[in-house]
C-alpha cells in the first residue's frame, strides 16, 4: 500500500518568494493534515479537511499561507511571501478520520528561507 | 500555550536500559493519547496508542495512562541504539476527526 507522498522533498528559497506543496494522501482516507514542525519541535497543525471542506485553519497565517484540496483527495499548501520564520518541515499526513485511527505521515517538505 | 507537555525535553540511557518518557495534557476533553517515534531526518511513524485507563505492552515498549490525570507514560525496555530518536506525545478529542495535538518532544539518545 502505498503511503502519503509529498513533494518536492526540499525547497530553498529567498525572503518574499512563493513556494508550493503538494500532498497525495493514502487512498481512502477522507482526512487530510497539512503540520509544520520547526527544527526539533513537534508538528503544529496549521489546517486540516475531511474531504474537500476546511475543519479548522485558525493556526494557518492567512495573510501568507493557503491551503486547497478541490476534490477531496490531493492537497496543494501554498506559501505566498516567505519569511525566515517559516523555515520548517512540512509534514502532509493522512487518516480515515474516524476516532482512534491511525494518522500517517508523509517524508515532508524541508523548508528553508533564506 | 502548550496544551501537551512532555518531559525531559532529552533522555539518555545506556543500551540495554530502561527509558521512562512522560506526558501529559491540560484539555479534560482529550480522550486518545498517542506515542510517536521520529528518527532523525524522517517522518514521524506511530508507536502506540492508548484510551484506556490502564497499561498496554507492544514487545519492549509499554504505555500507561491515566485518564483521571490526563497523563500517560512509554517506557522502553532493553534499549537500543535504534531507539535514538525524537519521540513525541499527541492526544486528541472526540468528534475532531483524529486531530492531533502534539508536545514539544523527549529526545533519547541510548548509547552502546
Known amino acids: 500500500e502505498a503511503g502519503v507522498t509529498q513533494s518536492p522533498r526540499y525547497a530553498v528559497l529567498q525572503e518574499g518568494q512563493a513556494v508550493s506543496f503538494w500532498c497525495d494522501p493514502i487512498s481512502g482516507h477522507d482526512t487530510l493534515y497539512w503540520y509544520q514542525q520547526p527544527r526539533d519541535q513537534g508538528p503544529q497543525l496549521l489546517v486540516y479537511?475531511?474531504?474537500?471542506?476546511?475543519?479548522?485553519n485558525s493556526q494557518l497565517p492567512s495573510d501568507r499561507f493557503s491551503a486547497v484540496r478541490p476534490k477531496g483527495t490531493n492537497s496543494t499548501l501554498k506559501i505566498q511571501s516567505a519569511k525566515q520564520g517559516d523555515t520548517a518541515t512540512y509534514l502532509c499526513?493522512?487518516?480515515?478520520?474516524?476516532?482512534?485511527?491511525?494518522?500517517?505521515f508523509g517524508k515532508g517538505t524541508r523548508l528553508t528561507v533564506v | 500555550q502548550q496544551k501537551v507537555q512532555q518531559s525531559p525535553e532529552s533522555l539518555i540511557v545506556p543500551e540495554g536500559g530502561m527509558a521512562s518518557l512522560n506526558c501529559t495534557s491540560s484539555d479534560r476533553n482529550v480522550d486518545y493519547f498517542w506515542w510517536y517515534r521520529q528518527h532523525s531526518g524522517k517522518s514521524p511513524k506511530m508507536l502506540m496508542?492508548?484510551?484506556?485507563?490502564g497499561e498496554k505492552e507492544e514487545g519492549r515498549f509499554t504505555v500507561h495512562l491515566n485518564k483521571a490525570s490526563l497523563h500517560t507514560s512509554l517506557h522502553i525496555r532493553d534499549s537500543q541504539p535504534s531507539d535514538s530518536a525524537l519521540y513525541l506525545c499527541a492526544a486528541s478529542k472526540p468528534g475532531s476527526f483524529n486531530k492531533l495535538t502534539f508536545g514539544a518532544g523527549t529526545r533519547l539518545a541510548v548509547c552502546p
Open positions: 499526513a493522512s487518516s480515515p478520520g474516524t476516532g482512534g485511527t491511525e494518522v500517517f
Open positions: 479537511f475531511r474531504d474537500e471542506a476546511v475543519i479548522d
Open positions: 496508542s492508548i484510551f484506556s485507563n
